[in-house]
């Protein structure tokens, strides 16, 4: 009876580490595809955060260009208005000389007669 179950008991432990060994497949499969389907999503997530921070970057950028030409359109815009301003100045000095010169002409041809 001994011998009769020690046979019985040698023949059933191959099929029970049979068993184990393929639900241990089936799990180890299963975890791999688990990891894939993560590592897709990561990849997906990746590419989107990328392409955000390119156009968030494109934005500043842009807004960057657009500042520096209202700055330089604000600089010239100044520059302008003073060299018109001094323009202006130096005119009105030279007509205050030139009435300044005439009346001294007229003054001295009066002065003359």
């Known amino acids: 009876m001994k011998h ?3 046979v019985i008991a040698a023949l059933a432990l191959p099929f029970s580490l049979t068993a184990c060994s393929k639900q241990t497949q089936e799990n180890a499969s299963a975890t791999a ?5 993560d590592a897709a ?3 997906d997530n990746a590419v989107e955060a990328t392409a955000d921070a390119a156009d968030a970057t494109a934005e500043t950028a842009g807004a960057v260009v657009a500042g520096t030409a209202i700055n330089a359109a604000d600089a010239v815009g100044d520059a302008a208005a003073g060299a018109t301003e001094a323009a202006a100045e130096a005119t009105a000095d030279a007509a205050a000389a030139t009435e300044a010169a005439a009346t ?10």
Do not use: W
Not at 33 to 37: E, I, K, L, P
């Open 4 to 6: 009769a179950l020690l």
């Open 33 to 37: 595809d688990s990891a894939a389907q």
């Open 41 to 43: 999503v990561a990849m």
């Open 104 to 113: 001294e002409v007229a003054a001295d041809a009066a002065a003359a007669q």
